[in-house]
């Protein structure tokens, strides 16, 4: 962990290949055990096998497009906690190829999957009145929508991030505004998309039942499992170059204090909805909640709120346990499992109904097999550029001039 740390472009550009390598081979080995188990579900139940499926697609989506969001929100504010965690950010985003690539499953098995999609839904007068949107053509329209605003802003970022590394450690200039210049409309941009997707692929799993907070709660979720995911690759590479001489505890700190704010937009938002909800009390709204506070969907709403919020909460209002490497490290491992949970409970129930235990083996190999890939993946963005950007010319204002 750096503590008086100078510029040293020799230092700064060290590619820590064998750590990182370390990262990528554990990824691959838990990535295909849980594969290799989830296709030997396949065989035993299909249509579980589809809806464990969409819970780990979701899961490693919400991480990569968490990150897209955060490199945006870091090219307008600076700063820097995510100078240090802005090429893991690319590196994730740089994923998209194989998001798209895994969402063919889910695409080419909607009839399996939505309700909506389903012959016998044309004898449901409610959804009948949703059909204009709720219908295959459109459903594919939209998704394609949403890949390609996602490749277009996550294609610039790293192209002109890629042009930066190539050139010479210069003050600003014109061309260090286009990121900004992007990042803005492209938040709006994301907060659209990623609102429609979670009413696309989430939301319509049950088409008689709405909110308008779910868009919101989807994206609080995602900036707060990028955060995750963000202390935890920094804390598995601050022992190697140049992280060993670039991450101080103060950025360790910065971090954990996002975590401990994204911690609380998420309860926020959750609760929010479940008041809304609760006051009006409407017949179409409440049974979402009625479900998930019965048999083990109950106990499993209970572990929620423990693990992702009250634990997490109580533990990150200390200021050592954000400055110390293992426990910020814990924490957000612990942050990372609450929010494969979350999306448990979020999706589960629209498939079963029952008061049974509702964590299903295949969950577990899903986000297990879908995430273990990913990592890899993403580990292997994170070997073909440098780790820090270092000839951004905000970068030794931001580094530098912090301590």
Known sequence: MAHHPHY????????PDAAIGSIATKGLIGGAIGALVLVAGAFLDFTQ???????????????????????MVHHLTGGAWGMVCRRIWEAATRTLPLMVLLFLPIALNIRRIYAWAKPEAVNDPLIQLKVQYLNEPFFYLRA???????????????????????????????????????????????????????????????????????????????GLGAIAFSILMIGALSGAKPFSETVSVTQLHDLGKLLLAFVMLWAYFSFSQFLIIYSANLPEEIPFYLERFHGGWGWLSLALALFHFVLPFTLLLSADVKRNRRTIMMVAGLVLAARSLDLIWHVGPMFHHDAGFPIHWMDVAA???????????????????????????????????AH
């Open 49 to 71: 096998f589809l809806q464990s499926y969409l819970i780990g697609y979701i899961f490693v989506l919400c991480l990569m497009l968490g990150c897209l969001a955060l490199t």
């Open 367 to 401: 986000i297990a097999g879908l995430g273990g890939i990913w990592l890899f993946f993403c580990a292997r963005n994170l070997k073909s550029r440098a780790l820090v950007p270092y000839k951004d010319p905000y970068f030794k204002e931001a580094i530098y001039g």
């Open 144 to 222: 394609a929508i949403f890949f390609a605003v996602w490749g277009i802003l996550i294609f610039f970022l790293n192209r002109w991030s890629k042009e930066q590394d190539a050139g010479a450690a210069l003050p600003p200039g014109p061309k260090d505004s286009r990121f900004r210049t992007l990042s803005g409309p492209g938040l709006v941009l994301f907060v659209l998309t990623v609102t429609f997707m979670a009413v696309d692929w989430v939301m319509s799993l049950d088409p008689h039942w709405y909110s308008t907070m779910f868009g919101v709660i989807f994206i609080g979720g995602q």
């Open 8 to 15: 040293d472009e020799a230092v700064l550009s060290a590619r």
